[in-house]
C-alpha cells in the first residue's frame, strides 16, 4: 500500500498557476487560430506570471515542508519566487514588443528553416509572428521558482532542466543575426549539459554519503561525520553545477557568447531571472543542508568570488560590444552576491542571507532595465550594440541617454541607485562575518568595474555623433511599462531601500 | 562482491565522458559524452541505492533517464537547425562569437 505525500496545494499555488500557464499556452499553440494567437499567448503568460506572483505575496509569512518533504514554502523562498514572478512577468513584456522591428517580433518566424535559404529571406519580412517563446518562458519561469523552493537534490535538479531546456530553445531563436544565435544556442546547451551532469554526479556522491538527498537529512549526516570526504567532494561538484548557472569566473566562458548572440529579450530575462533562481538554489542548499558544515564550501566560495570579480571587471574594460559588456558586468556582478553568500556565516546567522535576496532583486530590476534600453537603438534592421555606435546618443535622444546613464551608473553601484544600497548591504555581510579581505577585493572590482560603465556614458553625452548612426526607435507600450518600472525602482531602491530591506530581512529564514 | 568496483568504473566512465567533451570536436559526440557521464550516474545511483539498503537511488536513475531523454530531444534539435545552416556539426566551425 503505498500512501499519499502529503500536499498543501495553497503553499503550491504559486507553481500550479505559473505551470498551469504554461501547459495552457501549449494547447493555445495547438488549437487557437494563428492570426489572433499572439494576443492570447502574451495574455495566458502574463496572467500566469502575475497569478504567480500575486499567489507568493498573499503567502507571505507562510512557513511549511510539503509534497512529502521535497519543497520548502519559507519566507526567503518566497521572496525569490515573487523576484522570479516579477522580474519574468516584465521580461514577458520585452518578448511581446512589436513596434520596434519592422518585421513586429524579434524572434524567428519559423525556427526549423535553414538560417539565410530562400525560404527564410522569405519569411524574414513577413509579420507573421512566433509565439511559442511564450510557453517556453512560463515554462522556464516556473522552473526556476521550483529551483528556489526545491527541499530535495533531486528536485532540484528536475527543476534545473525544467528551466534550462527551455532557455536553450529560447536562445536560437533571434529573427536577426540568426547565425550568431544558433552558435549560442548550441554552445549554451553543451556547456549546459556538462555542467548538469556535474551537478547530477555530485548528487549521486551525496546520496552515497548520506543515503539521502533530503536536505535535512544531509545536515543531521554533515553533522555527524563531517569529514566524510565523499560528502565534500559531491558538495564541491553540486556547487560547481549551480555556479555554472549563475555565470560565476572560472565557469562562466558560455555567459558573453549566449547574451550576445540570443536576442534581447530573452538575454534580458536570461540576466535577471536566471542568476535570482541560480543564487537562491545556491543560497538554499548551502544553509540548509551545509550551513552546519560552513568550513566545507567556504574557502570554494571565497575562492570564485575573487576569481568571478577579478574577471569580470577586468575582462569587462576591453569590450566593444555592448552586449558583451553587460555579459562581463553580470559575471562581476556573481562575485558580488558571492560576497553575500559568504555573508551567511556558521549556520546561518550572519545578515548575508538578506543581503544577498535584496542585491538579486536591485540587480535583476536595473540590469533587465539596461537590455530593455538595448532593444530600442537599432541600425538597419538589427540592434545597434557595438560602443562607437552609441557615440552621442545624448544630443540625438536625451531620455534614452538620461535612462540608460541611470542603469549604468546602479550598475556601478554609484549612491542613491538600486546598485548602491545591495553592494553595501553584501560587502556588510562579509564583513561581519570576518572576510574583510574579500570586501576589499570587492571594492577594487567595482572601482574598475565603474570605469566600462562610465566609458559609455562619456561616449553618449561627450562625443559627436556619427553621421549614419543608428536611429532611436519609438518603443510600444509593453517596453515602455517595463523602462517606468525597472527606472523608478532602480532610484526608489536606491533613495528609499528601508520598507524593501525590512521585508528582506523579515523573510530571510529558510526551513528545512 | 565488492562494490567498489562499480562505483570505480562509474568514475572511470564519468571521467572519460568528461575528457570526451572536452576534446572531441563533432557537436553529436559531444552529446554522447555528456550522455556517457549521465549513465555513469545512473550507475553510481543504483549501486548505492544497493549498498544503502534503500530504492531511492533506483528511483533516482530512472528521473535521470527521464531528464537524459528530454535533454535529447532538446539537443538533437538545436544541432540539427546549425547543422541545416552550416552543414557541419563541429564546434569548431561555431567560432562567431569570441572574446
Not at chain 1, 510600444?476 to 525597472?486: C, E, K, W
Request: with cysteine.
Amino acid at each position: 500500500m503505498i500512501e499519499a505525500p502529503d500536499l498543501s496545494l495553497a503553499a503550491l499555488a504559486p507553481l500550479l498557476f505559473i505551470f498551469g500557464a504554461a501547459c495552457v499556452g501549449v494547447l493555445v499553440e495547438a488549437f487557437w487560430p494563428r492570426d489572433t494567437r499572439h494576443p492570447v499567448q502574451v495574455s495566458v503568460a502574463l496572467v500566469g506570471t502575475v497569478g504567480a506572483l500575486v499567489c507568493t505575496l498573499l503567502l507571505a509569512g507562510s512557513r511549511e515542508i510539503t509534497a512529502g518533504g521535497a519543497l520548502a514554502v519559507d519566507g526567503a523562498g518566497l521572496f525569490l519566487q515573487a523576484t522570479i514572478a516579477g522580474l519574468g512577468a516584465l521580461s514577458l513584456l520585452l518578448f511581446a514588443e512589436r513596434s520596434l522591428d519592422p518585421a513586429r517580433s524579434a524572434f524567428v518566424t519559423s525556427a526549423a528553416v535553414p538560417a539565410g535559404s530562400p525560404r527564410d529571406r522569405e519569411l524574414l519580412t513577413s509579420t507573421r509572428v512566433q509565439t511559442e517563446v511564450y510557453p517556453l518562458a512560463s515554462f522556464a519561469i516556473g522552473g526556476m521558482m521550483l529551483f528556489t523552493a526545491a527541499n530535495d537534490l533531486l528536485i532540484m535538479f528536475v527543476a534545473l532542466e525544467v528551466l534550462s531546456l527551455p532557455l536553450y530553445l529560447i536562445s536560437g531563436m533571434a529573427r536577426r543575426r540568426r547565425l550568431l544565435s544558433q552558435e549560442a544556442a548550441v554552445k549554451y546547451f553543451l556547456l549546459g549539459a556538462f555542467a548538469s551532469a556535474f551537478f547530477l554526479y555530485g548528487l549521486a556522491l551525496v546520496y552515497g554519503a548520506t543515503g539521502s538527498v533530503r536536505f535535512s537529512d544531509i545536515r543531521s549526516a554533515s553533522l555527524a561525520d563531517g569529514t566524510d570526504i565523499l560528502l565534500v567532494l559531491g558538495l564541491a561538484l553540486l556547487v560547481v553545477g549551480l555556479l555554472f548557472k549563475a555565470s560565476v569566473a572560472p565557469f562562466h566562458t558560455w555567459t558573453p557568447d549566449v547574451y550576445q548572440g540570443a536576442p534581447t529579450p530573452v538575454t534580458a530575462f536570461m540576466a535577471a531571472c536566471t542568476k535570482v533562481a541560480a543564487f537562491g538554489a545556491i543560497l538554499r542548499l548551502l544553509y540548509v543542508a551545509f550551513g552546519t558544515a560552513e568550513w566545507t564550501w567556504r574557502p570554494l566560495v571565497y575562492g570564485v568570488a575573487i576569481v568571478s570579480m577579478i574577471v569580470g571587471a577586468v575582462l569587462g574594460l576591453t569590450q566593444t560590444d555592448l552586449k558583451r559588456m553587460l555579459a562581463y558586468s553580470s559575471i562581476a556582478h556573481a562575485g558580488f552576491l558571492l560576497t553575500g553568500v559568504i555573508g551567511l556565516g556558521a549556520g546561518g546567522e550572519g545578515s548575508g542571507l538578506a543581503a544577498t535576496m535584496f542585491y538579486l532583486l536591485a540587480y535583476g530590476l536595473t540590469t533587465l532595465g539596461a537590455f530593455a534600453v538595448l532593444t530600442l537603438i537599432r541600425v538597419g534592421d538589427g540592434e545597434a550594440t557595438h560602443l562607437s555606435q552609441w557615440a552621442g546618443l545624448a544630443s540625438r535622444s536625451p531620455l534614452v541617454a538620461a535612462v540608460m546613464a541611470l542603469f549604468l551608473l546602479a550598475l556601478a553601484g554609484i549612491p542613491l541607485t538600486a546598485g548602491f544600497t545591495g553592494k553595501f548591504a553584501v560587502f556588510r555581510a562579509a564583513i561581519e562575518e570576518g572576510a574583510w579581505p574579500l570586501a576589499l577585493v570587492a571594492l577594487l572590482a567595482s572601482a574598475v568595474a565603474a570605469f566600462f560603465y562610465l566609458r559609455v556614458i562619456v561616449l553618449m553625452y561627450f562625443s559627436s555623433p556619427a553621421a549614419d548612426g543608428p536611429t532611436v526607435g519609438v518603443p510600444g507600450l509593453p517596453t515602455t511599462i517595463v523602462l517606468a518600472i525597472t527606472a523608478t525602482a532602480t532610484v526608489a531602491l536606491g533613495i528609499v531601500p528601508g520598507s524593501v530591506l525590512d521585508v528582506a530581512e523579515q523573510a530571510a529564514i529558510f526551513v528545512g | 562482491m565488492t562494490l567498489t568496483y562499480y562505483l570505480v568504473l562509474a568514475a572511470i566512465l564519468f571521467t572519460i565522458g568528461a575528457v570526451g567533451v572536452l576534446v572531441r570536436r563533432n557537436a553529436i559526440v559531444v552529446f554522447m559524452c555528456i550522455e556517457l557521464m549521465l549513465n555513469s550516474v545512473n550507475l553510481t545511483l543504483v549501486t548505492f541505492a544497493r549498498a544503502t539498503g534503500t530504492v531511492d537511488g533506483q528511483i533516482m536513475a530512472f528521473f535521470v533517464m527521464v531528464v537524459a531523454a528530454a535533454e535529447v530531444v532538446v539537443g538533437l534539435a538545436i544541432i540539427m537547425s546549425i547543422y541545416r545552416t552550416r552543414r557541419s556539426a563541429s564546434v569548431d566551425d561555431a567560432n562567431l562569437l569570441k572574446y
